[in-house]
Antibody, heavy 120, light 107 residues
């Protein structure tokens, strides 16, 4: 069974940093592109970014709203995905989901999400 | 960036009704579109990919159609468990963009 479990969320002050993790199991993690998607309270879904697999050089893409502040990485040996978030703003407050892709199609499986609250 | 516009933003329907949700792209996206269902407090779930391919395990009452700039998600006979918010997503170019969502409520 495919499982994605996010962790690392919490309360952080504006300007602070946080690192989210997504532990994957039940599939060959190294074969898949992975994405982060977020949802601010009461709002819609927003794509955050993507990391490709080793065959595609682990290249990344980001939404403009997070580019230069957020970094997506992965450790295939640990079947884990990461989101390093720096210079956090109040508008980054959201539930953050990791999602597995099949090919370039986003999200055939999703984690349960981890909540990030940016507030003083 | 490609803008995705869903209509309606919300709708009320009864169990057994046929429901259609439309998603329009600001430029052509071929068939690079997916549909997702989200229930309150839960993660999204993919229903359709490549505009019309049914995700494994998703009931056949869900169907998708369209190409280019106009797409539809149809629920042929609405069931109680289908009351949720539905989102479209284009993935032809970065940044990937979601529609604003369509909330399907009980009439």
């Amino acid at each position: 069974e495919v499982q994605l479990v996010e962790s690392g969320g919490g309360l952080v002050q504006p300007g602070g940093s946080l690192r989210l993790s997504c532990a994957a199991s039940g599939f060959t993690f190294r074969d898949h592109y992975m994405d982060w998607v977020r949802q601010a309270p009461g709002k819609g879904l927003e794509w955050v970014g993507r990391i490709r697999n080793k065959a595609n050089s682990y290249t990344t893409e980001y939404a403009a709203s997070v580019k230069g502040r957020f970094t997506i990485s992965r450790d295939d040996s640990k079947s884990s995905l990461y989101l390093q978030m720096n210079s956090l703003k109040t508008e980054d407050t959201a539930m953050y989901y990791c999602a597995r892709d099949n090919g370039t199609y986003l999200g055939d499986s999703w984690g349960q999400g981890t909540l990030v609250t940016v507030s003083s | 960036d490609i803008q995705m516009t869903q209509s309606p933003s919300s709708l009320s329907a009864s169990v057994g009704d046929r429901v259609t949700i439309t998603c329009r792209a600001s430029q052509g996206i071929r068939i690079d579109l997916g549909w997702y269902q989200q229930k309150p407090g839960k993660a999204p779930k993919r229903l359709i990919y490549a505009a019309s391919s049914l995700q494994s395990g998703v009931p056949s009452r869900f169907s998708g159609s369209g190409s280019g700039t106009e797409f539809t998600l149809t629920i042929s006979s609405l069931q109680p468990e289908d009351f949720a918010t539905y989102y479209c997503l284009q993935h032809i170019s970065y940044p990937l963009t979601f529609g604003q969502g369509t909330k399907v409520e009980i009439k």
